[in-house]
């Protein structure tokens, strides 16, 4: 059974940084190219930054080039994104993500509050 775990979310001032991680079972995980995606309230999910399983290859939205950075370690199974610099406009649900063949899997998802 797949399962994606993330945690790390919470209320932090402009400026801060906060850790997300995802943790991952019941699949390949180094096999996988995996994603953190974002909802913000009446918005539609975006994708917030990528990285391919071997983990030498990582994309980013526009929006948080420079400030977010995506890592994994596969020996953990587990994924990462390192925000600095946070703004209000990156309050949202981040989510954990992967496809495999015709099939998505989300994590549960975890709060980020940017705000003073």
């Known amino acids: 059974q797949v399962q994606l775990v993330e945690s790390g979310g919470g209320l932090v001032q402009p400026g801060g940084s906060l850790r997300l991680s995802c943790a991952t079972s019941g699949f390949t995980f180094s096999s996988r190219s995996m994603s953190w995606y974002r909802q913000a309230p009446g918005k539609e999910r975006e994708l917030v930054a990528s990285?391919?399983?071997?983990?030498?290859?990582?994309n980013y939205a526009d929006s948080v080039k420079g400030r977010f950075t995506i890592s994994r370690v596969n020996a953990e199974n587990t994924l990462y994104l390192q925000m600095n610099s946070l703004k209000p406009e990156d309050t949202a649900v981040y989510y954990c993500?992967?496809?495999?063949?015709?099939?998505?899997?989300w994590g549960q998802g975890t709060q980020v509050t940017v705000s003073s």
């Open positions: 990285i391919t399983s071997a983990g030498d290859k990582t």
């Open positions: 993500y992967f496809r495999f063949l015709l099939t998505s899997y």
